[in-house]
Structures are given as structure tokens and as C-alpha cells.
């Protein structure tokens, strides 16, 4: 019986593969094959489909659209996270728990309860269509998980080494640059990891604060009807091309995300 151990992961592992697989299967036929017959791989091989997304602006810029405000929200809600789950893990003050129970409130939300808000503002603003504008508005969601992944990891670490550096002479921002931060290194990864992936992965806000200059790569799949129907070939290709900087940001944060789910509050 214990020859057969492997076989139960195995089926699992082929089992969760087999979606990405399909794509992948599918972003290398056209629509027409696609929807004439079924195959487990192409009959006719092409890369129509990917030539089209690396020549035409509409496509690549899409791309390069979502990664600039990924990038601008990771980096603006895990800098603006980190002082305020330091003061949660550090200080008690009154309103703590309420206001902390209020951050994961905002995050509990509906992106479709801020859409028309966020576009009325940017718009009066002047920020409509720019990749600030998403940045911020994800920023409403990933700020306060970012602080609740935080506070978890650093509420872990000793009081004692904050009176330690402060008896060695060390000024705060010395001290939590030099020696906190490395110390949560892992939950830092946490953070970020959740952070890119929301902002990666939401489509709502994205659509509705762009039109043409900051339109993401998930606003110009939902744009691929034609008069003979959906490009389905030219939107598996799109899918298969999204799925890659998830996986690099998995790849570079693996260890971190290992450490999290292992001791930190995720």
C-alpha cells in the first residue's frame, strides 16, 4: 500500500495544474479551432495571438500600466503600513482596538461601494486616468491588511530589544530602519506578496479610474468582442502573460511567505 503514497498528491497536483495548463493549451490555437473541436493540444500551432499583444500598443501598454501602479500601491501601503502596526504592536491608547477593528473594516469592504466616490474625486481632482489615482484607491483595501500582517509579526518580537537599542543610544528611525525591520524581514515579504496580488488581481477600481493613458491589462481583456464574437485565443494568450509576474513575486517571496503562514498573523 505504501507504494501508492505518491499517487493521492500526484492526482492533486495534475488536478490544479490542468487549468493553467488549458490556457496555455488554448492561447496557442485559433478561436476557430478553440471552438470547433477538442483537443488536448493544438492543431494547428500558432503565436498569432502572442505576436498580436507584443506588437500592438493597446496590449503591451496594458501590461506596462498594471505593473506601475502594483509597484506605486505595494510600495505606498507597506511604507505607510509599517508605523502604524508599530504603534498597534507597541502602544496602547484610547481607541486602539476600535480603530484597529475599523482598519479591517475598510478592508472587509466592496470595491463597488468606493468606485463612484474615488471617480468623482479624481476626476474634480484631475487625476482620472493616471496610475496614482489606482495606486491610492487600492491603497484603501491593502493599507489596513497590510497593518494587520504587521502588527501580528511584530507584536512577536521581544519588547526588549526596543529598551535595549534605546539604552545603546540609538535614535528611533536609526533603530527601526537598522534593526526592526530586518527582524520582520519575513512578514514584510508577507505584506507585500498580499499587496501586489490584490492589486494585481482587482479589476473594478482599475477600470473605472482609467479610460486610454492608465488602462490596465484586465480593462483591455474585457475589450476583445469583435463582430465574429470573443478572441479566445487572443484572451488565453492575455491570461497566460498575467499569470507570469505573479509568479516571479512567489518565486522571490516564497521564503517569506513559508515564515508567515508559520508565524505571523496570516
Not at 98 to 121: E, I
Not at 179 to 200: N, Q, R
Not at 226 to 242: D, F, N, Q
Request: aromatic share 20%.
Amino acid at each position: 500500500m505504501r507504494r501508492f503514497t505518491w499517487l493521492a498528491p500526484t492526482l492533486y497536483i495534475i488536478f490544479l495544474l490542468l487549468p493553467i495548463y488549458w490556457l496555455l493549451n488554448m492561447s496557442f490555437k485559433t478561436t476557430n479551432e478553440i471552438l470547433g473541436t477538442f483537443t488536448l493540444w493544438p492543431q494547428e500551432f500558432t503565436l498569432d495571438n502572442y505576436r498580436k499583444i507584443f506588437t500592438d500598443p493597446t496590449w503591451y501598454n496594458g501590461y506596462f500600466n498594471s505593473i506601475i501602479y502594483v509597484v506605486m500601491n505595494t510600495a505606498i501601503s507597506v511604507t505607510a503600513a509599517l508605523p502604524a502596526a508599530y504603534a498597534f504592536s507597541r502602544y496602547r491608547f484610547l481607541g486602539d482596538k476600535h480603530l484597529f477593528f475599523w482598519l479591517l473594516t475598510n478592508r472587509m469592504a466592496p470595491p463597488a461601494v468606493f468606485a463612484l466616490p474615488f471617480f468623482q474625486l479624481y476626476s474634480a481632482f484631475g487625476l482620472f486616468d493616471t496610475h496614482i489615482a489606482v495606486a491610492l484607491a487600492h491603497c484603501l483595501f491593502n493599507i489596513p491588511l497590510a497593518v494587520w500582517i504587521l502588527e501580528g509579526f511584530m507584536s512577536s518580537v521581544p519588547r526588549e530589544l526596543d529598551e535595549t537599542a534605546y539604552v545603546d543610544g540609538y535614535p528611533f528611525w536609526r533603530f527601526f530602519i537598522k534593526i526592526f525591520l530586518p527582524t520582520i524581514s519575513a512578514g514584510i515579504g508577507v505584506a507585500a506578496f498580499f499587496c501586489f496580488m490584490f492589486s494585481w488581481v482587482e479589476l473594478l477600481l482599475a477600470k473605472t479610474l482609467t479610460s486610454v493613458a492608465a488602462k490596465p491589462i484586465a480593462a483591455t481583456m474585457t475589450r476583445t468582442a469583435s463582430t465574429s464574437g470573443y478572441e479566445l485565443g487572443l484572451l488565453a494568450a492575455a491570461g497566460c502573460l498575467t499569470i507570469i509576474p505573479g509568479a516571479f513575486v512567489i518565486y522571490f517571496v516564497r521564503n517569506y511567505i513559508a515564515k508567515g503562514f508559520a508565524l505571523g498573523r496570516v
